[in-house]
């Protein structure tokens, strides 16, 4: 259990520092080279990060007990700060002054130095996504090529479908980060969690790029879509994601995504979720007694969140999991 006082990643303590040169050290190594201007060799910072890789993602938790001034080397990534205690002013270079509260965030942009004040007790999380996998993942859902660097608008609401969206998340991969053989060992799930961060900034919060993901993309026909759904089911263990399949079958993402849409009312990633759910079902009921949890197999089949996936599969085969699984213990001859 993480305490109440908001800390998250609670067992991935990577630094506990009161040394100016080690908090610099422990924030370089995972995020970013920083300097505290502000402070001597001699001065106290009294830091704590916790950090984890999620993927290809980094996500960070740090605390500070006293008030300090941060400022970045030129990031290569793109980085999102989001304060879970206190406050901050964050700007990156010459950019809009962000005042950092527990309902507004900040999204930064490669190449571009930031400054942080930041209050006493201050307390953030912090989210590095590579720059060449979101841009990537923007050329796959426009279909083509990025004319101009992929840049953010610099705050965050918290409160829009966004930033609920990537909190919700957080807290995912918070609980996972303590659960040995949980979500964050499957590579299935993992995969789910940067996609839904990713797309989450994406999609609802403004960019340059916004009016042109909105734009409407012709179908695909009947033949591409059937081609995609024979791979789904061929392989529904493979970590698809929907530009694979997209390239697969010679669409566009958002091509793709209309033609399952139109075909079939669904979506690629919903088609293969209950492929999976299907899956996880067939585990479940062919089971020995006492080989496997129902935790561990929805984990392997790429379901992060336990509470969402029970309900599905309630939904799905109108019975819980647990009694999936406890049906297959019980001997033929006494059912």
Request: hydrophobic share 40%; charged share 25%.
């Amino acid at each position: 259990m993480h305490l109440d006082t908001g800390e998250m990643f609670g067992s991935r303590r990577v630094a506990s520092c009161r040394g100016v040169d080690e908090a610099r050290q422990a924030l370089s190594e995972f995020f970013l080279p920083v300097d505290f201007p502000s402070a001597r060799a001699s001065s106290i910072v009294d830091m704590e990060l916790n950090a984890l890789r999620v993927g290809r993602l980094t996500c960070g938790y740090m605390r500070f007990r006293d008030a300090v001034r941060i400022e970045t080397a030129e990031p290569e990534n793109y980085h999102i700060d989001i304060p879970m205690g206190g406050r901050a002013r964050m700007r990156a270079d010459l950019g809009p002054l962000v005042h950092g509260t527990q309902r507004t965030a900040a999204v930064f942009m490669p190449g571009r130095p930031v400054e942080l004040d930041c209050g006493e007790r201050f307390a953030q999380l912090s989210l590095m996504i590579p720059r060449d996998q979101l841009q990537l993942e923007l050329e796959n859902l426009l279909g083509a090529k990025l004319t101009r660097a992929l840049e953010f608008s610099a705050e965050l609401d918290l409160t829009t479908p966004a930033g609920q969206m990537i909190m919700q998340t957080m807290r995912v991969i918070d609980e996972a980060s303590d659960q040995k053989g949980g979500p964050l060992a499957h590579p299935l799930a993992m995969q789910r969690l940067e996609q839904v961060l990713m797309h989450s900034l994406l999609f609802a919060q403004p960019h340059n790029h916004s009016a042109a993901l909105a734009v409407p993309s012709p179908a695909a026909g009947a033949r591409p879509v059937s081609q995609a759904v024979e791979l789904l089911r061929g392989s529904p263990a493979h970590p698809w994601t929907v530009a694979e399949l997209a390239a697969e079958v010679s669409q566009s993402v958002r091509s793709l995504q209309e033609g399952f849409r139109r075909s079939l009312d669904t979506t690629p990633m919903a088609y293969l979720r209950r492929l999976r759910l299907e899956k996880v079902r067939e585990e479940l009921a062919t089971a020995a007694p006492g080989t496997i949890s129902v935790t561990q197999v929805a984990a392997r089949w790429g379901f992060v969140h336990l509470g969402r996936f029970a309900a599905a599969y309630r939904r799905e085969f109108a019975e819980r999991p647990s009694d999936t699984l406890r049906a297959a213990r019980v001997p033929p001859s006494t059912r």
